[in-house]
């Protein structure tokens, strides 16, 4: 793609956010391997260079994004569902990368396998397809305590550190559920709610009031579970609240695969070498 006279193009580059302990990848090693063999330029580093300048080193991707997705007469809020649930603003008409928001929203994918994992002793790391979680229902008063959770109440710029919804996190829930009579579908389902608790709250509360048209376009490994034309399926939560009224216009989101970038493509933007952000 085009963008202000410069050609680029998109390669993802999977950094993960929570890194297990001991993962031996050299990431800016990575980098410049594939400058040389792509003979592009590779930017990366958003991570470190946003901790050293003082924020949280998430999200990472705004730059990216202001480039690809911004637009003359729509604002738009690009949703990732990945590990976490990430929010990045882009007011429509925007001249500089500055008026750029982006934080994250609350937990995600992480807080999901976590939770089957631990309620199947591992044999299922995941919940493909949501199928363990639509079997259930939201319970109301688990729901309630976990939206208690001090992250929630803190103001953008944020960030989720893996021990906010890790292994403690997930120990209460068990130890709650027990109490509360919740079987592992309960929890699952319960837990869609509480990521779109934590999504609606972050649009309703944080990002300005809209003036005009707003498009939401979704993104992330969530979304394989997601039939979008069949009315969301399995994200019973997160479209009911995202849609209740407020203050702001919101429509229907829309997958990233259908506009003018790949969801998978989103992490590193790409030139001519390698350039890291220092």
């Given at each position: 793609?085009?963008?202000?006279?410069?050609?680029?193009?998109?390669?993802?580059?999977?950094?993960?956010?929570?890194?297990?302990?001991?993962?031996?990848?050299?990431?800016?090693?990575?980098?410049?391997r594939i400058a040389d063999?792509?003979?592009?330029?590779?930017?990366?580093?958003?991570?470190?260079?946003?901790?050293?300048?003082?924020?949280?080193?998430?999200?990472?991707?705004?730059?990216?994004?202001?480039?690809?997705?911004?637009?003359?007469?729509?604002?738009?809020?690009?949703?990732?569902?990945?590990?976490?649930?990430?929010?990045?603003?882009?007011?429509?008409?925007?001249?500089?990368?500055?008026?750029?928001?982006?934080?994250?929203?609350?937990?995600?994918?992480?807080?999901?396998?976590?939770?089957?994992?631990?309620?199947?002793?591992?044999?299922?790391?995941?919940?493909?397809?949501?199928?363990?979680?639509?079997?259930?229902?939201?319970?109301?008063?688990?729901?309630?305590r976990w939206r208690e959770?001090?992250?929630?109440?803190?103001?953008?710029?944020?960030?989720?550190?893996?021990?906010?919804?890790?292994?403690?996190?997930?120990?209460?829930?068990?130890?709650?559920?027990?109490?509360?009579?919740?079987?592992?579908?309960?929890?699952?389902?319960?837990?869609?709610?509480?990521?779109?608790?934590?999504?609606?709250?972050?649009?309703?509360?944080?990002?300005?009031?809209?003036?005009?048209?707003?498009?939401?376009?979704?993104?992330?490994?969530?979304?394989?579970?997601?039939d979008m034309d069949a009315?969301?399926?399995?994200?019973?939560?997160?479209?009911?609240?995202?849609?209740?009224?407020?203050?702001?216009?919101?429509?229907?989101?829309?997958?990233?695969?259908?506009?003018?970038?790949?969801?998978?493509?989103?992490?590193?933007?790409?030139?001519?070498?390698?350039?890291?952000?220092?």
């Amino acid at each position: 793609r085009t963008v202000t006279g410069v050609q680029t193009c998109a390669l993802p580059i999977f950094e993960p956010q929570f890194i297990p302990a001991g993962l031996p990848i050299d990431w800016s090693d990575l980098a410049d391997r594939i400058a040389d063999q792509s003979g592009l330029t590779v930017v990366h580093g958003f991570r470190g260079r946003d901790k050293a300048g003082g924020g949280a080193g998430h999200p990472i991707t705004a730059a990216a994004d202001y480039l690809l997705f911004r637009d003359v007469s729509e604002e738009r809020v690009l949703l990732h569902l990945g590990a976490t649930a990430s929010v990045v603003w882009l007011p429509a008409n925007a001249a500089r990368i500055a008026a750029v928001q982006g934080f994250d929203a609350g937990p995600c994918n992480h807080l999901l396998d976590s939770l089957i994992s631990h309620g199947t002793r591992g044999r299922e790391p995941s919940d493909p397809g949501g199928k363990r979680a639509v079997q259930g229902c939201c319970r109301e008063e688990l729901l309630a305590r976990w939206r208690e959770h001090p992250f929630f109440e803190r103001k953008p710029p944020r960030t989720i550190t893996p021990e906010l919804f890790g292994a403690s996190f997930v120990a209460a829930a068990f130890d709650a559920a027990r109490g509360f009579d919740i079987g592992l579908p309960d929890l699952l389902c319960t837990a869609t709610h509480l990521i779109a608790h934590g999504i609606g709250e972050s649009i309703r509360r944080w990002l300005p009031a809209t003036t005009g048209p707003r498009r939401i376009v979704l993104s992330g490994a969530s979304l394989a579970k997601l039939d979008m034309d069949a009315g969301y399926p399995q994200a019973p939560a997160i479209i009911p609240r995202l849609a209740q009224p407020s203050r702001h216009s919101i429509p229907k989101p829309e997958h990233q695969d259908r506009g003018s970038v790949p969801s998978v493509a989103e992490t590193c933007t790409l030139d001519r070498k390698s350039t890291r952000l220092n």
